[in-house]
């Protein structure tokens, strides 16, 4: 073993015990359940609206490189699309990277083809701007004049045009990111958001698999470990006991 | 007529806006700059340098956030200069080279005492940003041939003089980017970290500093100006602190108006609901 | 042609067609933003260029460092995407790629910024400060518990909550002290290098 | 062929991985020479990556131009400006004169610019958003404009604002961004294991 790193190694094997060991569990029993998220609610909100108001959402990734956050912002853009799709309102995707254009076109598609409406599904809606992500989807913005505004992924500074943007129109707007930069502004900005992992929590809740249900069980574990840790440290420091406080760093 | 106040055309607060940072930068008020204890801090830290120390010195930004973080390299640069330790400059992000070039060259025309290669190196672009700085952890005389100029890197003393990234004693890092680069340089046993960053970055960066994990850390053109006066040699962050004041001070009141607007709406609407 | 006085014109010609889309969107603004796109483009692939050249090609053409042709030959492969029948040729270069960051960044998160700033939380409870700290700090981990649903957990979540929201609003507080300097920076620009003014004042 | 094709990728991330993790927790010296040459290796390959997205843009405006729709002409501005900066920049490397004229005043001024912007946003945002709708939002508008009052004029008229900024970014601020970091990197780790191991490979593009 490395010096300074005999923690860490506990640590990580902890997280692939119970990540294995719950998505396992998950396999058997088919049970899973998180918290309610206020967002997915909002979600729902805002496409009723846009129903009522005749007028379409709208949905980014934000122009982040690939990562997790996709993975979660599918399952999440699914669950939209389906709502979309019952009650025949229109949702028109602005994409900054090719290379997810065909993943979101597949994930829309199954969400119509799952309440029977992929007759009605406007293909032209899925949009790839590249570098020109940013001005693109604010003209969309405003010329479609949208009732919902959805920005789930890696956002960098263009969470605050987007907000901006839609705000004109007063759309109900739902954001939620893992970069810490931008949950200030879409905290500020919208009706609802997810803040950094309750994302991955809330895909694991609408369509739970081993491996999601497995990632948030791992993540619940190693959090409450960390606070019984951060107690019991605080405790003996108190006392001027550091064993605990030079252990944890060994 | 308040309740307009809640729904004013953005283009009058922008239009507002510009006048009131344009006006300070022709006529400069000269706001007092109150230096905090974190700013004092990140001085010392850098002040306890001893000349001949290695030092890495990171400069991680795109022209993108080039207001913010020129203004703190020029500053750190005298510092770094004035305390003579030996430099190893390094860029990993696109687009940063061209300021490592710049404050290269304006601590070789600056200090006479710093002379290329002897005791001061720039080394090129890397790509790979977090694995590149594991390179450097794990091999830093496998990573780099060739110096920024293109140039053999065995043909200058220093770089000979070096075995790894175990030989310095503190790594100062400017960065538009929060924490990436501390994961891999904190694993370098013994070796400082000093952080240089963008005020939206700052609170990314803060619990680590909290921790102790970095040993200096400023942040914004705040801290640029703040270590401007600190080395004692006023530049532009100085300069623009006033454009700072003014638009703090009218987005407050922005923030306000906004709110007053709002209240009062909302309970004009109440009242309407209520009469129904 | 390309000297400094015809840079300045032209970079503020970019500079004020930027700009002027916070009146209104127009032609102006877009080719600037279209520009943009292809300097931006321009800039990251001469960048990559220079530092294949700088970090591999260099070194293996010329100091006979043979075993730096694999990740050359694994880098040409990425090209191969550009290609839908033979994107797959691409994968094993992407996997090496992602699987050498996910490795470095999961083992040095565990370290900096977990068991790090666990143990920077045990601080001694005996000032008000160091305990609204570790409440606030404890109480926002967890926030973050998702399966637990129990009743009285929900107050501390909620406690959290607001630890999490005074975080974000000092955190847009202070980046609109960024946002108003990189404005400043671009005033500076248009002011003192493009109109040549010189600050005067009292 | 499908070995090749949909198998070899996830070998080698978990092969590749595995060393790099390996070699982090245990001393085995051979293994940290290999894990350092893998990470040499992942620069250069890193540097290829730089100029991937070039062939989307191309193929997308190419497309336009040649199906001569209305943004025909941006698209070609786009097009002919990549077209330079490459030329230039492989012809006489990023070193070269012409090079760095391009970068500091084209480059240069739009990047800078393009963020600036965002000037514009935030001041608007903050007259839109901070409106007391609930008690997060109060929280959160209270929070902001501490800290802004900490800046130069208010110290003069209200000497105590920078220190209560100071409180609320040394206390509170710091605490509640301690846990985000906390759970961000959580996510972190479980992303990279996931990755690693193969149960999730959306990175390496979908098709056959």
């Known amino acids: 073993m490395n010096a300074g790193v005999t923690v860490s190694f506990i640590v990580f094997a902890l997280f692939v015990g119970v990540f294995y060991y719950s998505g396992a569990r998950f396999k058997q029993t088919g049970k899973f359940s998180a918290r309610k998220f206020e967002a997915l609610g909002k979600m729902e909100e805002a496409i009723g609206r846009a129903t009522e108001m005749g007028k379409p959402v709208h949905w980014s990734y934000g122009m982040g490189a690939f990562d997790a956050q996709y993975l979660a912002a599918f399952v999440l853009l699914e669950y939209a699309a389906s709502l979309c799709a019952k009650y025949d309102t229109r949702m028109i995707v602005s994409i900054a990277l090719p290379e997810v254009v065909p993943m979101t076109e597949e994930v829309i598609r199954k969400a119509y083809i799952e309440q029977g409406k992929l007759d009605t599904l406007h293909t032209e809606d899925v949009r790839f701007w590249g570098g020109s992500h940013n001005p693109a989807m604010i003209g969309t913005i405003s010329r479609e004049q949208v009732a919902g505004n959805f920005m789930i992924g890696s956002l960098f500074h263009e969470s605050i045009l987007s907000i901006e943007a839609a705000a004109r129109y007063n759309a109900i707007q739902v954001m939620g990111t893992q970069n810490t930069h931008q949950l200030p502004f879409i905290a500020a900005g919208c009706d609802a958001i997810f803040i950094g992992a309750e994302m991955f929590a809330a895909a694991a809740q609408l369509e739970p698999t081993p491996v999601r249900v497995g990632s948030v069980w791992a993540a619940d574990v190693l959090n409450v470990v960390f606070v019984g840790l951060m107690i019991i440290g605080a405790l003996l420091v108190t006392a001027g006991n550091t064993s605990l406080k030079t252990l944890i760093l060994k | 007529m308040i309740k307009k106040l809640s729904d004013i055309d953005v283009r009058w607060l922008y239009l507002i806006m510009v006048i009131f940072a344009i006006y300070p930068l022709l006529r400069p008020i000269g706001l007092p700059l109150p230096i905090t204890d974190r700013a004092r801090n990140s001085f010392a830290a850098i002040d306890a340098l001893r000349p001949g120390d290695l030092v890495f010195f990171g400069i991680d930004y795109s022209p993108t956030q080039e207001a913010e973080m020129w203004p703190q390299t020029l500053a750190i640069g005298h510092h770094l200069a004035q305390r003579g330790v030996k430099m190893v400059m390094l860029n990993m992000i696109e687009g940063a080279y061209r300021y490592e070039e710049r404050i290269r060259d304006f601590i070789l025309s600056e200090y006479p005492n710093y002379q290329y290669g002897v005791n001061i190196i720039a080394l090129p672009f890397t790509a790979g940003r977090e694995a590149a700085f594991n390179s450097i952890v794990a091999d830093l005389k496998g990573l780099y041939q060739v110096d920024l100029a293109g140039a053999a890197l065995n043909t200058l003393p220093l770089w000979n003089e070096i075995t790894g990234a175990g030989d310095f004693d503190m790594y100062v890092e400017l960065a538009d980017a929060p924490d990436w680069w501390l994961r891999p340089m904190s694993q370098v046993p013994g070796l400082k970290l000093w952080n240089g960053t963008v005020a939206s970055g700052a609170s990314t960066m803060a619990p680590l500093y909290q921790s102790g994990q970095m040993v200096g850390f400023i942040y914004g053109m ?6 401007e006066a600190l080395v004692k040699k006023p530049g532009s962050a100085a ?8 638009g703090h001070a009218l987005i407050i009141l922005f923030v306000i108006l906004g709110n007053i607007g709002y209240i009062v709406q909302r309970n004009a609407e ?5 009469r129904k | 042609m390309l000297n400094a006085t015809t840079g300045t014109w032209l970079a503020a010609f970019l500079t004020l067609g930027l700009f002027s889309w916070m009146y209104k969107e127009n032609p102006w603004f877009r080719l600037v933003e279209h520009i943009y796109v292809g300097a931006a483009l321009g800039v990251l692939a001469s960048q990559g260029y220079q530092s294949v050249m700088d970090i591999a090609w260099k070194p293996a053409t010329q100091q006979g460092k043979t075993l730096l042709y694999v990740p050359l030959i694994l880098g040409a492969l990425l090209f191969s995407r550009w290609s839908k029948k ?3 040729v691409s994968r094993s270069s992407m996997g090496f790629l992602v699987g050498t960051l996910s490795a470095v960044v999961m083992t040095g998160a565990i370290k900096a910024q977990l068991t790090a700033q666990v143990a920077a939380t045990m601080m001694p409870l005996n000032s008000a400060n160091n305990i609204i700290f570790f409440v606030i700090t404890a109480a926002a981990t967890m926030y973050f518990v998702f399966t637990l649903q129990a ?10 909550k607001y630890g999490m929201m005074i975080a974000f609003g000092a955190t847009f507080g202070n980046t609109v002290m960024s946002r108003i300097s990189l404005f400043t920076g671009r005033l500076q620009f248009l002011l003192f290098q493009w109109l040549k003014l010189t600050p005067g004042g009292s | 062929m499908q070995f090749v094709k949909s198998k070899l990728p996830v070998v080698v991330t978990f092969g590749a991985a595995f060393i790099i993790v390996a070699q982090y927790y245990f001393n085995i010296p051979a293994w940290k020479t290999l894990a350092a040459e893998f990470l040499r290796w992942n620069v250069i390959i890193a540097a290829f990556a730089l100029a991937l997205g070039i062939g989307g843009i191309v193929k997308l405006h190419w497309g336009r131009i040649s199906r001569r729709q209305p943004t025909a002409v941006y698209s070609a501005a786009t097009l002919i400006t990549l077209a330079i900066f490459l030329f230039v920049g492989l012809y006489e490397t990023t070193r070269g004169k012409t090079y760095t004229w391009l970068y500091d005043f084209i480059y240069n001024p739009v990047a800078a610019t393009s963020y600036a912007t965002t000037f514009f946003f935030i001041t608007s945002a903050a007259y839109r ?17 501490l800290m802004m009052l900490q800046v130069g004029v208010f110290s003069v008229y209200l000497p105590v604002a920078p220190k209560i900024a100071a ?13 985000v970091t906390i759970g961000a990197a959580l996510s972190v780790v479980g992303n990279a294991f996931r990755v690693i191991t193969g149960l999730e490979r959306g990175h390496l593009g979908g098709g056959e």
């Open chain 2, 222 to 227: 705040a801290g640029a100006a703040e270590y």
């Open chain 2, 239 to 246: 300069a623009a602190m006033d454009t700072q004041s003014m």
């Open chain 2, 270 to 274: 109440a009242k309407a609901k209520g």
């Open chain 3, 86 to 88: 033979y994107m797959w």
């Open chain 3, 151 to 160: 009743k009285w957990a929900s107050p501390i979540m909620d406690l959290g």
């Open chain 4, 129 to 145: 958003a901070f409106r007391i709708k609930n008690s997060y939002a109060a929280v959160l508008m209270i929070s902001a404009i």
């Open chain 4, 167 to 179: 409180w609320v970014w040394n206390i509170p601020t710091t605490a509640g961004m301690r846990a």
